[in-house]
């Protein structure tokens, strides 16, 4: 054997040493990135991770952290620069595509914060979310006839406590508790997320829209849904109940308002609560969404 030949022989056997150890060292990783690359379809995450180029230190997190949570002096620029963003305006990604990287982005947040971390979240927040979506599609709460069963309109007020089971629930209630400065700009991020996902048919969203109105029947008019409501701070509340108008008034464009939910009384309920309640962020959108939505459909029965 040349020289040459063994020095090449040794090279080999110097790399394949090193790529082994990079892959012992790194192997939870790579099986992460691998995961996550099936998921989004993305080969990119393979070689850079989820988060980019920012995602090789911790630093992105607390700059997505700012974003979604900005400083009073800094929250109107970045509240216009993350909305312009995540839907995909003029010049930007595709849309579904920006929103499930911010969606990405905040679950990563969470798990690396020490309660959730403690709380043992095997598959990660954003695992978890998809398979609690999957979950709760396949098993929604009963909307006819609830008040005339009363195990029905048990299982009803149970229901999440049910499909969730305490540990999911626990740590629902902590991640509200813990984060809520964040919950009106990430409730606007997961609804626009999970409508364009549906809108798009893409097969890590298993729900629909169908399922959708389910539970925003749930929560506008039955008795076990009114129940979950009254045990939720007023806040958490009065975004369920606009994230749920405005699914039942795109359930009423596709004509999917099987239980023929009146609009125009829970718009009105709503827009009154919201017009009392304190600290909304957002308080002035959601009127101008839902007073648009009231002249629509007061213009239809004119």
């Known amino acids: 054997m040349t020289d040459r030949k063994k020095i090449l022989g040794v090279g080999a056997v110097l790399i394949l040493a090193a790529v082994g150890w990079f892959a012992a060292v790194h192997w939870e990783e790579i099986m992460d ?7 989004t379809r993305d ?8 988060g980019g180029e920012k995602g090789e230190s911790g630093e ?24 312009a963003g995540v839907r995909g305006e003029p010049g930007t990604r595709d849309r ?24 043992g979240l095997e598959g990660g927040v ?16 009963v909307i006819s006839g609830e008040t005339r069963d009363v195990y029905i309109l048990v299982k009803n007020t149970a229901h999440f406590y049910r499909e969730l089971k305490g540990k999911r629930i626990a740590l629902i209630k902590e991640i509200l508790a813990e984060e809520k400065e964040a919950l009106e700009p ?11 996902g549906i809108a ?18 749930f929560f506008l008019d039955t008795l076990g849904g009114k129940a979950y409501l009254a045990r939720r701070d007023s806040r958490t509340r009065i975004l369920v109940r606009y994230y749920s108008i405005l699914i039942l008034d795109e359930a009423n464009r596709k004509g999917l308002n099987h239980y023929g939910i009146d609009i125009l009384p829970q718009v009105a309920l709503l827009m009154d609560d919201i ?28």
Not at 276 to 301: P, T, V
Request: with cysteine; glycine share 2%; proline share 4%.
């Open 275 to 302: 017009s009392n309640q304190k600290g909304l962020e957002y308080r002035d959108r959601y009127l101008i969404r839902l007073k648009a939505i009231q002249e629509e459909y007061l213009k239809k029965r004119s």
């Open 60 to 83: 992105y997190r607390e700059v997505f952290r700012k974003k979604i949570v900005p400083s009073e002096a800094d929250k109107s620029v970045l509240k216009e620069q993350t909305l």
């Open 33 to 39: 990135r691998g995961r996550r690359m099936i998921e």
């Open 126 to 141: 954003y695992q978890n979310l998809l398979s609690m979506l999957a979950l709760l599609s396949r098993n929604p709460p």
């Open 200 to 217: 798009e048919k893409r097969p890590e969203i298993h729900a629909s829209l169908k399922d959708l109105y389910i539970y925003s029947s």
């Open 186 to 196: 990430a409730s606007e991020l997961f609804y626009d997320w999970i409508m364009t």
């Open 96 to 119: 579904y595509g920006a929103l499930r990287e911010e969606v990405f982005l905040f679950c990563d947040y969470l798990d690396h914060q020490p309660y959730v971390a403690a709380a």
């Open 43 to 50: 080969p990119l995450v393979l070689i850079r991770g989820v």
